[in-house]
């Protein structure tokens, strides 16, 4: 009886087209299988490491600074050592130039005339090195 009932059900598919949609739709993967469980927690992985990484290059590139309040800015830093830093400090009308080391932090000098506000000892903008590298590339092959 089991022959004649498979035969029965595969002449039943193959002329009603619902059943097909249905036998289709059996073969749709369980969301909570394991290969579906990888997938999510590799794009989880991927995700936070994008997040992680991008947060170390705005801290390396000196952008990512919360605004002090009552007049005290950073007005630059240079890097000294892998851990030494030289920092231009604006405290109200007076800059000072402090060494920063772990656990260390001294004043080197307390500058008499201000530095100008502008941005001091920054070069062109990334665009315009790139435009000015792209010129030149452009120039050397024709």
Do not use: C, N
């Amino acid at each position: 009886m089991s022959a004649s009932t498979s035969v029965y059900s595969s002449l039943a598919s193959a002329a009603d087209p619902d059943t097909v949609a249905v036998d289709s739709a059996v073969s749709i993967q369980d969301p909570m299988a394991m290969t579906s469980l990888w997938q999510l927690t590799l794009g989880m992985v991927a995700v936070l490491g994008l997040i992680m990484g991008i947060a170390w290059l705005l801290k390396r590139s000196g952008r990512f600074q919360i605004a002090a309040g009552g007049g005290l800015r950073v007005l630059g830093g240079l890097s000294m050592g892998t851990r030494e830093r030289v920092v231009l400090l604006q405290v109200g009308e007076t800059q000072l130039l402090l060494g920063v080391a772990p656990g260390r932090v001294q004043t080197l000098h307390v500058l008499e005339e201000p530095l100008e506000s502008g941005k001091p000892g920054t070069g062109p903008g990334f665009s315009e090195q790139l435009g000015r590298f792209l010129k030149k590339e452009q120039g050397s092959t024709s």
